[in-house]
């Protein structure tokens, strides 16, 4: 504290970021007071700016009529650098929660800007190894610790051991973007959809993994149920579901996973781009903190 006023020095204030992969909603972002670096993705017709000229709503009627999948490009070393700069002028620190380096090269280049952007020292990069609801369940974790009092390297520190404990787990309702990455065949398609078969996904060290496939909704409950059981959730933090256009789907499934996990309070977001390009429409699941 300063001697002569007897005022404590006020701490450094702590701005949060993270991409639009995280699928944070605009007043979501409002809400809980973080910066968003907007992803871009390339259809047949051009290049759009995820959250800004497409909607989630646009994203997958597009991606309906195309002929071949969405990408999403990665952001550029000056991109971060313009997101970063004037988040780092006035002196306050930085954490920037990113998706997964295993799946873009974007971490790679947030690095690069780390080392360009004045104040760069500031500033705390977290390679989320998520997207996603994963992502933005630990953008949530930040806003907590932040509105406590953590500092940036605090912040920080903490997200880099949880990372590791997020489990993600979501069931895909159509196989028609499967069969177009080339992901199955188109025998393997006609088949699963005419048995209702639902490949499941997880992110397993930051990549997006096929591990299973269950067939019908009753079956989805009951493979979730065992996923909590053999990974438990560490109820201290935040539980997030999601969905690709199904909500009430995903709002039975959310109330019966709820009830039989004793779940007392969850968050959902829309899955966008990333995961929505392979899963399409009718995709959802849980992101949660698991005790190991």
């Known amino acids: 504290s300063d001697l002569r006023t007897g005022k404590k020095e006020e701490p450094m204030a702590v701005s949060i970021i993270t991409d639009s992969t995280s699928d944070l909603t605009a007043e979501e972002l409002q809400a809980l007071n973080v910066h968003m670096i907007h992803m871009r993705v390339i259809f047949e017709d051009g290049v759009y700016t995820d959250g800004?000229?497409?909607?989630?709503?646009?994203?997958?009627?597009k991606q309906a009529e195309a002929?071949?999948?969405?990408?999403?490009?990665?952001v550029n070393p000056?991109?971060?650098?313009?997101?970063?700069?004037?988040?780092?002028?006035?002196?306050?620190?930085v954490v920037a929660i990113l998706m997964s380096s295993k799946l873009s090269g974007t971490f790679q280049s947030a690095m690069i800007a780390k080392e360009m952007a004045r104040g760069g020292e500031r500033l705390h990069l977290v390679d989320s190894l998520?997207?996603?609801?994963?992502e933005g369940l630990l953008v949530r974790e930040a806003v907590k610790m932040r509105d406590a009092g953590a500092s940036g390297a605090e912040i920080a520190a903490a997200l880099e051991e949880l990372k590791h404990r997020v489990r993600f787990v979501a069931f895909i309702g159509t196989l028609k973007y499967l069969k177009m990455g080339g992901r199955i065949s188109s025998s393997t398609a006609v088949l699963g959809t005419m048995l209702n078969i639902?490949?499941?996904v997880a992110i397993v060290d930051?990549?997006?993994?096929?591990?299973?496939?269950?067939?019908?909704?009753?079956?989805i409950v009951e493979y979730t149920l065992d996923f909590?059981?053999?990974?438990p959730i560490d109820s201290r933090h935040g539980v997030m579901f999601g969905h690709s256009r199904c909500l009430e789907t995903m709002e039975t499934y959310r109330e019966k996973v709820s009830q039989a996990l004793g779940i007392q309070r969850s968050d959902w977001d829309e899955l966008g781009a990333v995961i929505?390009?392979?899963?399409g429409p009718g995709c959802y699941g849980m992101a949660y903190i698991g005790l190991k």
């Open 52 to 61: 800004v000229d497409i909607t989630k709503e646009m994203f997958y009627q």
């Open 67 to 74: 002929k071949t999948l969405p990408k999403t490009t990665q």
């Open 78 to 93: 000056q991109e971060y650098c313009d997101a970063f700069e004037p988040l780092l002028e006035n002196g306050d620190e």
């Open 130 to 134: 998520n997207v996603t609801i994963g």
């Open 198 to 200: 639902s490949p499941v």
């Open 206 to 219: 930051g990549e997006v993994r096929s591990v299973g496939r269950v067939k019908g909704k009753q079956k």
């Open 228 to 231: 909590a059981r053999a990974y």
């Open 276 to 279: 929505g390009t392979h899963s």
